[in-house]
Each structure stands twice: as structure tokens, then as C-alpha cells.
């Protein structure tokens, strides 16, 4: 079956260090990746995402690139601000005809000042 | 303007009471979905409709019941509560055909006591 696998958290990092959360994937043919972020008290929401190989994804800052290789999707951030505080969840789609999206358990990050 | 709304926010209940869950989107979405997310921040899907139509049912109780009277709405009622139920459900939808872009609810933090 189709599964994520994220770092366990939680990430604790000062403001302005490098953010790497690494995640890794299992899937039957060739699944479209995303990263949502899910603030305190609040819904996910959709980061960025990459729908095929080599693929790089970026949003406020935030990158992540598809290794088919590796079978990764890591995602990075040069420089952390505190209000990116959040709880980070990888996700795949399996292949064209996927109907749901499959979580990984998700990585707690916390930016202190 | 909110895009998908959950009512109420929270919920807190007595074992063994039955309760429901609301969610509209205002999107003009096709698909919308029910998730559960417990302490740990784990998220399983639960349900997913698609224009009304039941498309997604995890190993769920059958204690759980969806509706969905139009494609805005999907409600979740739960029969018989358990303290295992407690937990955040969150409601999502996305257009067709895109289920990795998805846009979530506020959630409601649901407590069985």
C-alpha cells in the first residue's frame, strides 16, 4: 500500500536557522507529492506540491524537490521565521486516478526567537 | 468569506450521547471529506463524497454517519459517542479531480467524557 514516512518531531530551532523535515514515501506508480502546514488552532493547508520527478515545489520561502530515486520529498527552509511555527504533514496522491491523499504523521516545529 | 466552515467549534458530550457535526463550503467545490485528527496529530480520512455521491469509506464504526444533502454540505453524525472518539474532525473539499489540493475546515475539537 501507499504510506508516508516523516522525522519525528518536535523540530526546536532559533529564529533565522536552516529547516530541513525529511520525508520519504512508498506508493504504487507515480504518485503527485505535496507539504501542508497546519498552524495552532487552525486547518491544514496546502504549501506547496510536485507532481512529477525532479519536480521543485516552493511557497513563502519553502522548497521541496521530488527525488524518484530516493523516493523523498523533503522539505526546506533557509532562513526560519517564529511564525512558522507549525505542524508540517507530507502528503502523496497515487498515480491520476487517486482519490484520497495519504498523510504522513506530521512533524511539530518550533522557531524560538 | 470563509471558505469551509465547521459547526460548533467545539463539543463536549457524555459517553454514549449522539452528536452531529456540520461543514459547508462556499468554494463551489465537487468533493468534500471528513477527517479525524487525534492527540498526536495523526490525520485519517474518514469519508469522502463526491457530488452527494459516497466515494471514500475507511474502516470506520458504523457508528459514523455521513450526509451530504447537497455538494456544499457534508455533515457527520455520531451515534453512541465513545471516549475513543474523542478527538478534531476536520471537513475539507477540493474540486474534482484535484484531491491534492484540498482546503480544510477550522476543525471541531470534540471530547467525550
Known amino acids: 500500500g501507499n504510506s508516508v514516512t516523516q522525522m519525528e518531531g518536535p523540530v526546536t530551532l532559533s529564529e533565522e536557522a536552516f529547516l530541513t523535515i525529511n520525508c520519504t514515501y512508498t506508493a504504487t506508480g507515480y504518485p503527485s507529492l505535496f507539504w501542508y502546514v497546519q498552524y495552532p488552532g487552525e486547518g491544514l493547508q496546502l504549501l506547496l506540491k510536485a507532481t512529477k520527478a525532479d519536480d521543485k515545489g516552493s511557497n513563502k520561502g519553502f522548497e521541496a524537490t521530488y527525488r524518484k530515486e530516493t523516493t523523498s520529498f523533503h522539505l526546506e527552509k533557509g532562513s526560519v521565521q517564529v511564525s512558522d511555527s507549525a505542524v508540517y504533514f507530507c502528503a502523496l496522491k497515487a498515480g491520476a486516478a487517486g482519490n484520497k491523499l495519504t498523510f504522513g504523521g506530521g512533524t511539530r516545529v518550533l522557531v524560538k526567537p | 468569506d470563509t471558505a469551509v466552515s465547521q459547526t460548533p467549534k467545539y463539543l463536549v458530550t457524555q459517553m454514549g450521547n449522539d452528536k452531529s457535526i456540520k461543514c459547508e463550503q462556499n468554494l463551489g467545490h465537487d468533493t468534500m471529506y471528513w477527517y479525524k485528527q487525534d492527540s498526536k496529530k495523526f490525520l485519517k480520512i474518514m469519508f469522502s463524497y463526491n457530488n452527494k455521491e459516497l466515494i471514500i469509506n475507511e474502516t470506520v464504526p458504523n457508528r459514523f454517519s455521513p450526509k451530504s444533502p447537497d455538494k456544499a454540505h457534508l455533515n457527520l453524525h455520531i451515534n453512541s459517542l465513545e471516549l475513543g472518539d474523542s478527538a478534531v474532525y476536520f471537513c475539507?473539499?477540493?474540486?474534482?479531480?484535484?484531491?491534492?489540493?484540498?482546503?480544510f475546515g477550522p476543525g471541531t475539537r470534540l471530547t467525550v467524557l
Open positions: 475539507a473539499s477540493s474540486q474534482r479531480g484535484e484531491v491534492g489540493e484540498q482546503f
